[in-house]
């Protein structure tokens, strides 16, 4: 186990997804220069050793806060938002990457999400089941 080589002292790095092949890790920051409080980034794992990060954009991205990505398969994201127009506090959405740049995010509503925080959205390979976690 080694340390992610792009934590800063005075940011957080969290809450880590890799794709299924561990070949991309999306995760969330509050370093500098993103769209907002936390924002979803990504990094590919190149010959063992991770890429600089990128932001994964402004269909994902809002000057709230995005956390607790989940990469259901390669082109499906699962994340939580406060920044989309929420119902209270954090709502989970979902992206899907299409020719390599993510849609906009999809609020599920209240089909989903509550008046608290929900987060934490997890799937198995179907997408059909899952859980989520709510306050």
């Not at 080589?5 to 509050?30: C, K, Q, R």
């Not at 989903?112 to 709510?134: C, E």
């Amino acid at each position: 186990i080694t340390p992610f080589e792009f934590n800063g002292l005075d940011y957080s790095v969290a809450h880590p997804t890799l794709s299924p092949t561990g070949s991309i890790m999306y995760f969330s920051s509050t370093a500098p220069g993103g769209f907002g409080g936390s924002d979803i980034y990504y990094s590919l794992n190149q010959n063992g050793k991770w890429s600089e990060p990128v932001n994964v954009g402004p269909n994902i991205n809002t000057s709230g806060d995005e956390s607790f990505p989940f990469l259901a398969n390669d082109t499906t994201l699962y994340f939580s938002s406060n920044g989309h127009g929420s119902l209270g506090g954090l709502d989970i959405l979902v992206s899907y990457k299409l020719k390599g740049e993510f849609t906009k995010a999809y609020n599920f509503g209240g089909h989903l999400n509550s008046r608290f925080d929900d987060f934490s959205m997890i799937t198995d390979s179907t997408g059909r089941a899952g859980y989520i976690a709510s306050n």
